[in-house]
C-alpha cells in the first residue's frame, strides 16, 4: 500500500517505520515550512515490542510533503487532538475518496469531531505506544497491541483494508465495539493524569511520586458523571481506577503497570507534550452539564492555566 501519515509526530513516525519495514510506501504531509525545519531524516530509538522487547536505533530516511496528492490506498491521521478539526477541513477538500483511519484520542462525539469528513470514509482507532520527539530524535516505542472500532455499517470495505494493513506490520488488533464510550474513557483518564502533570512538572515527574496514580483513580471518580450524563458508561479501567482504594491503587501503578524497566514506563519518560488541553475540554463539558470537578479546576487554577476559556 502507498499510505500518508497526516503529521509527523511520535505516533505516525513509528507506525509508518514499521509499515515501511512491512513493505508499504510511507510518506509524511507536515505544514508548510516544516518540511525545511524537519529535514529528510530522523534519529530513532525506539522499543518495538511486536516481536519481544527490540531496541532500535537508526537514522531512518523520510519522505515529506507539504500538499496531498492523491495517489494514496490509506491516509492515517494521527495528531495532537486540539490539530484535529483543522486536519479534518483540509482533508475534506482534497483527500478525495481516499479511506482515513483517524488515530487519535477524543472528546467530542465522533461524528462531530471529523466534519466535515463522511463517517462512511473514516474508521477510528488507538495506537498501543508513545514516547516524545525532541531536537528530531525520537525515544518511545509501540507494542504489538493496538486498538481499532469494530466496523460500522458502510465501513467494512474500509476497515478490512486497515485490518490487512496492521496485520500485515505484525500487529493485534483489538477491537473495540463501541468506539465512542472507549474514546471517552480513555480521554478522562489522560485528563486525570495532565492533572498530575501539571502538579509535579512533567510525565516523567509523575512516576516518581507514590501518590500520583492514587491521585489519577480521585480524578477519575469525579469524571465518571460526566461520561455518564453524555450517554456513556464506565468502561474496565475507569472502574479499575475507581473502584480500587487509592493507597492501593498506587501501589499496583507503581510497582506494576509502570515499574521501572517496562516499556510503559519508558513511554511516560520520554513524552514531553504540554499537558492541559484534555483538562479543559472535560472541565468546559462538565459546566454545561452542571457537574463538578474540583479536583481538575483546582489543577488548572494552580498551574495558572484557568485564564484560559473554560466556560464553553
Given at each position: 500500500m502507498r499510505i500518508l501519515f497526516f503529521g509527523r509526530g511520535v505516533i505516525s513516525v513509528q507506525y509508518a517505520w514499521a509499515m515501511e519495514q512491512a513493505g508499504h510506501t510511507v510518506e509524511f504531509y507536515v505544514r508548510q515550512g516544516r518540511k525545511e525545519?524537519?529535514?529528510?531524516?530522523?534519529?530513532?530509538?525506539?522499543?518495538d515490542a511486536r516481536k519481544g522487547k527490540q531496541l532500535v536505533k537508526?537514522?531512518?530516511?523520510?519522505?515529506?510533503?507539504?500538499?496531498?496528492?492523491?495517489?494514496?490506498?490509506?491516509?492515517?491521521?494521527?495528531?495532537?487532538?486540539?490539530?484535529?478539526?483543522a486536519a479534518a477541513q483540509l482533508l475534506s477538500a482534497v483527500a478525495g475518496s481516499t479511506p482515513i483511519l483517524i488515530f487519535n484520542n477524543l472528546w467530542q462525539d465522533l461524528k462531530s469531531s471529523i466534519s466535515p469528513l463522511s463517517m462512511n470514509n473514516v474508521v477510528f482507532g488507538f495506537p498501543g505506544g508513545g514516547g516524545g520527539i525532541e531536537d528530531n530524535r525520537l525515544r518511545g516505542g509501540f507494542l504489538k497491541m493496538l486498538f481499532l472500532e469494530q466496523p460500522r455499517a458502510g465501513t467494512e470495505a474500509i476497515n478490512n483494508k486497515v485490518?490487512?494493513?496492521?496485520?500485515?506490520?505484525?500487529?493485534?488488533?483489538?477491537?473495540?465495539?463501541?468506539?465512542?464510550?472507549?474514546l471517552w474513557n480513555h480521554f478522562a483518564m489522560n485528563a486525570a493524569m495532565e492533572a498530575e502533570v501539571l502538579r509535579l512538572g512533567s510525565f516523567a515527574a509523575v512516576l516518581d511520586h507514590s501518590d500520583?496514580?492514587?491521585n489519577?483513580?480521585?480524578?477519575?471518580?469525579?469524571m465518571i458523571p460526566v461520561i455518564k450524563a453524555r450517554g456513556g458508561k464506565a468502561d474496565a479501567t475507569s472502574l479499575l481506577l475507581t473502584k480500587i482504594p487509592p493507597a492501593l491503587l498506587g501501589t499496583l501503578f507503581n510497582k506494576l503497570v509502570f515499574a521501572k524497566g517496562s516499556l510503559a514506563r519508558l513511554f511516560m519518560e520520554y513524552n514531553n507534550s504540554r499537558a492541559g488541553f484534555a483538562i479543559h475540554e472535560v472541565v468546559r463539558e462538565a459546566k454545561k452539564l452542571g457537574i463538578a470537578l474540583p479536583r481538575l479546576a483546582a489543577a488548572l487554577e494552580n498551574s495558572g492555566q484557568h485564564k484560559e476559556d473554560v466556560s464553553g
Open positions: 525545519t524537519f529535514g529528510s531524516s530522523i534519529e530513532l530509538e525506539m522499543w537508526e537514522n531512518w530516511n523520510v519522505t515529506l510533503h507539504e500538499k496531498i496528492s492523491p495517489g494514496y490506498d490509506l491516509i492515517i491521521v494521527s495528531v495532537n487532538t486540539e490539530q484535529l478539526p485490518k490487512v494493513l496492521l496485520e500485515s506490520a505484525h500487529f493485534k488488533i483489538r477491537w473495540i465495539k463501541d468506539m465512542q464510550n472507549w500520583s496514580f492514587a489519577v483513580g480521585r480524578s477519575m471518580r469525579e
